[in-house]
């Protein structure tokens, strides 16, 4: 295969990850609303560990948005 | 990337002296002042202003004094929740962080643009964001160490371990112990890059598909402008999110070196 087709099939596989991780933040926000809906008066105390596992989901797809950008611009 | 009518929506990253060339350098690297140190003192100016805006103490808080007040007290709960008592100390670092991170993020995404002004976010490199993460890093070491000397490695060994995973556990608390700067810093670069490649590349959409013709304009510019809006709205959340998660995690981190596990 031609090396440039290769790269941007290889850049927009990478999306796939960003789409995954929408998924992992997803399940993080609605879980959340899930367990806060049933007990309220705890909610307020777990919004640092919400934020930490959102920051967890998100990390993950912003390395696959690295990914696509080093194989574009860099390799 | 450029050439066809294309946007590219790279450029906007591209640090460029303002004044001062290139051969201006010291032992090799170039101290020009450049678009990023410019936004950087912007940001600094723009936060010592509304510092000074609001620390006058007046007895009855003026509407300055209570938007100051609301910050440092959000991340004084946010030490105190995740650190405790001890978590005081590390209030005025972590809330110079905070506020440097979340003006340099909102700065970055002012529509400054319509007056010939391009507003540069140095957030989006990895050379800043790394930086303030070594930063963080290095003074959970330093408390690490000066609170707990050699014992501060217990760190690696989390309590009521197996003895058959003790050769396992302490290299996987150790490397993900050294990966923290760099996740922290990644964090904070990709996210504020994605967002603004992203508007850059919706923007493209709306001008090119303008300049196409009507029925172009209509169906693809038209649908472009309203999720730009909505994508906007989102970077701005994105802008605070980000500056919360730097501290949250930086106090974290910080939780770890004082309190061991």
């Given at each position: 295969m031609d090396p440039a087709a290769a790269k941007l099939i290889g850049a927009g596989l990478a999306a796939i990850g960003a789409g995954m991780a929408a998924i992992g933040v997803g399940n993080v926000f609605g879980s959340f609303l899930e367990g806060a809906l049933r007990n309220p008066g705890a909610a307020d105390g777990q919004q640092g560990r919400l934020f930490i596992g959102f920051a967890a989901a998100e990390l993950l797809g912003l390395l696959s948005f690295v990914v696509a950008m080093i194989l574009i611009f860099v390799a | 990337m450029a050439g066809g009518g294309k946007i590219d929506p790279m450029h906007q990253f591209l640090v460029e002296p303002l004044?001062?060339?290139?051969?201006?350098?010291?032992a090799g690297y170039n101290i020009a002042f450049t678009n990023s140190a410019a936004w950087m003192c912007i940001a600094t100016v723009a936060l010592i202003a509304f510092m000074t805006m609001g620390t006058r103490g007046a007895l009855v808080p003026g509407r300055g004094q209570a938007m100051v007040e609301g910050f440092v007290r959000f991340v004084d709960n946010m030490l105190s929740a995740n650190?405790?008592?001890?978590g005081k100390r590390y209030v005025p670092y972590i809330f110079s962080l905070f506020m440097f991170i979340l003006f340099a993020n909102i700065l970055g995404l002012l529509p400054l643009g319509l007056f010939g002004i391009h507003p540069f976010?140095?957030?989006?490199h990895f050379t800043i964001t790394g930086v303030l993460a070594i930063m963080s890093f290095s003074i959970v070491l330093i408390v690490g160490f000066w609170r707990?000397?050699?014992?501060?490695?217990?760190?690696f060994v989390p309590h009521g371990t197996p003895v058959w995973l003790l050769p396992l556990i302490p290299l996987i608390e150790f490397v993900s112990f050294m990966v923290r700067p760099f996740s922290l810093g990644l964090r904070l670069f990709v996210a504020m890059t994605a967002g603004h490649v992203l508007l850059k590349v919706l923007a493209g959409f709306i001008i090119n598909s303008g300049a196409a013709g009507i029925a172009p304009g209509l169906f693809v510019g038209v649908p472009s402008f309203v999720l730009m809006v909505g994508i906007s709205a989102l970077e701005l959340l994105v802008a605070g999110i980000q500056a919360y998660v730097f501290a949250l995690l930086t106090s974290l981190y910080l939780n770890d070196a004082v309190n061991l596990h």
């Amino acid at each position: 295969m031609d090396p440039a087709a290769a790269k941007l099939i290889g850049a927009g596989l990478a999306a796939i990850g960003a789409g995954m991780a929408a998924i992992g933040v997803g399940n993080v926000f609605g879980s959340f609303l899930e367990g806060a809906l049933r007990n309220p008066g705890a909610a307020d105390g777990q919004q640092g560990r919400l934020f930490i596992g959102f920051a967890a989901a998100e990390l993950l797809g912003l390395l696959s948005f690295v990914v696509a950008m080093i194989l574009i611009f860099v390799a | 990337m450029a050439g066809g009518g294309k946007i590219d929506p790279m450029h906007q990253f591209l640090v460029e002296p303002l004044f001062g060339t290139q051969d201006w350098s010291i032992a090799g690297y170039n101290i020009a002042f450049t678009n990023s140190a410019a936004w950087m003192c912007i940001a600094t100016v723009a936060l010592i202003a509304f510092m000074t805006m609001g620390t006058r103490g007046a007895l009855v808080p003026g509407r300055g004094q209570a938007m100051v007040e609301g910050f440092v007290r959000f991340v004084d709960n946010m030490l105190s929740a995740n650190v405790g008592p001890e978590g005081k100390r590390y209030v005025p670092y972590i809330f110079s962080l905070f506020m440097f991170i979340l003006f340099a993020n909102i700065l970055g995404l002012l529509p400054l643009g319509l007056f010939g002004i391009h507003p540069f976010t140095f957030t989006s490199h990895f050379t800043i964001t790394g930086v303030l993460a070594i930063m963080s890093f290095s003074i959970v070491l330093i408390v690490g160490f000066w609170r707990h000397g050699f014992h501060f490695f217990s760190l690696f060994v989390p309590h009521g371990t197996p003895v058959w995973l003790l050769p396992l556990i302490p290299l996987i608390e150790f490397v993900s112990f050294m990966v923290r700067p760099f996740s922290l810093g990644l964090r904070l670069f990709v996210a504020m890059t994605a967002g603004h490649v992203l508007l850059k590349v919706l923007a493209g959409f709306i001008i090119n598909s303008g300049a196409a013709g009507i029925a172009p304009g209509l169906f693809v510019g038209v649908p472009s402008f309203v999720l730009m809006v909505g994508i906007s709205a989102l970077e701005l959340l994105v802008a605070g999110i980000q500056a919360y998660v730097f501290a949250l995690l930086t106090s974290l981190y910080l939780n770890d070196a004082v309190n061991l596990h």
